[in-house]
């Protein structure tokens, strides 16, 4: 394992997976990752190699787990799914129902929908914070709660890159007395026994690979010609990955960007909604329950990302800025290049974990090269 090569295991029907996964690394593309892959909830791709810091000198290993950025977003809305199929959440309700306090500057309206998707008008805070903000849950909500939306809500989306975890998790901790994180572990992940954490412990922190920044000029707040609403997402905090070598980031429940995981526990947490609420053999959700992911909430150029955006319940859809081969296809990627795809045509998931970040906040070819080699194997293209 000090050698930083490939390891891991790959059903004979994928091998070509593994031979794209070493490429990556072998051309440079990639410093350290992960990829698996769920088909029928059985595991048939987990790959990891390389290395998890830049000098090379930790090999990645079986259980090295990384800061995800913004794939920590489809924990959010699964636990989100997970407790409106129990009948304690309904999406399309206020959000003042559950959080009073939120009807305040014209958002008596806004649906616990428009959270999910993008589309409530919060795609930053209006008042200048700082990056130690974040990790005051208190502050965060409330800020978010008292400001009005810089849009109508419901009319047009714009990606909440930060706020979305906040106002999600502060519709769930309003509901079941818990924070997000908190249910996260002991309703998902736990019981699946899978290695994702949304504020890790501190016992963890020697398992965690270094993020490597994107080049400069391709970084998140990079460049001019941005709008304003775009450069409020993106400085007001800035994103700073440095921070995410931190105890501070990795133990505070950031539920939109902090979580910290690797391919493996991705991709068979989301083997729930590829299988109709079923993984490991527990059932988490209905299959109707899983479903309403898929259901369209929005369909318009996103005025953040400044790109066609479809989005479900939570995820975003196929049909906007991607395609994808099978429909009731769903997705989700993080800041640098982390993604997870859930088929639920062909009850698969991908998932794409790695520390070498590209400029990007929706996957990239390493992530989808290697999800076109098993669609191909698996006949669908």
Avoid at 47 to 66: E, Y
Avoid at 173 to 179: A, F, M, N
Avoid at 249 to 258: C, M, S
Wanted: hydrophobic residues 45%; glycine residues 12%.
């Amino acid at each position: 394992m000090a050698d930083g090569s490939v390891h891991g295991e790959v059903h004979d029907r994928y091998a070509k997976v593994r031979a794209v996964f070493e490429d990556n690394l072998a051309s440079g593309a990639d410093l350290g990752a992960s990829f698996c892959a769920t088909v029928d909830g059985e595991t048939v791709v987990d790959l990891w190699g390389g290395w998890a810091d830049p000098a090379k000198t930790r090999a990645w290993g079986r259980d090295t787990i990384v800061n995800v950025y913004s794939t920590t977003k489809t924990m959010t809305a699964l636990t989100a799914l997970l407790v409106a199929d129990r009948g304690d959440l309904d999406f399309d309700a206020p959000v003042a129902r559950y959080w009073p306090e939120f009807a305040a500057n014209g958002k008596a309206g806004v649906k616990v929908s428009h959270l999910m998707s993008h589309a409530a008008g919060l795609s930053g805070w209006k008042a200048p914070i700082s990056k130690a903000d974040l990790y005051d849950w208190d502050k965060a909500t409330a800020l978010l709660a008292a400001q009005a939306p810089y849009w109508e809500p419901g009319t047009a989306c714009g990606y909440h890159a930060l706020t979305q975890g906040y106002l999600v998790g502060e519709v769930i901790r309003r509901i079941t007395g818990k924070s997000l994180g908190t249910l996260f572990r002991e309703e998902i992940a736990e019981p699946l026994g899978a290695d994702f954490w949304i504020g890790l412990p501190a016992s963890e922190d020697d398992r965690v690979a270094e993020l490597v920044p994107p080049p400069p000029g391709q970084a998140i707040g990079d460049g001019g010609g941005r709008t304003e609403l775009q450069a409020n997402m993106s400085d007001n905090p800035g994103v700073d990955v440095a921070e995410t070598r931190t105890r501070a980031w990795r133990g505070a429940e950031i539920p939109a960007a902090g979580g910290t995981g690797n391919a493996r526990s991705v991709a068979e947490i989301h083997a729930i909604l590829a299988n109709g609420g079923v993984a490991k053999g527990k059932r988490f959700l209905s299959e109707a329950g899983c479903r309403k992911a898929l259901e369209l909430q929005i369909e318009s150029q996103d005025l953040i990302l400044d790109a066609p955006a479809w989005y479900g319940m939570g995820f975003g859809l196929g049909g906007g800025m991607l395609s994808f081969p099978n429909p009731d296809t769903i997705y989700w990627g993080g800041y640098g290049g982390s993604l997870v795809i859930i088929d639920m045509t062909a009850r698969t998931t991908f998932a794409y974990a790695m520390n070498r970040m590209a400029g990007t906040t929706q996957g990239d070819m390493r992530a989808f090269g290697l999800a076109m080699v098993m669609w191909e194997a698996m006949g669908a293209i």
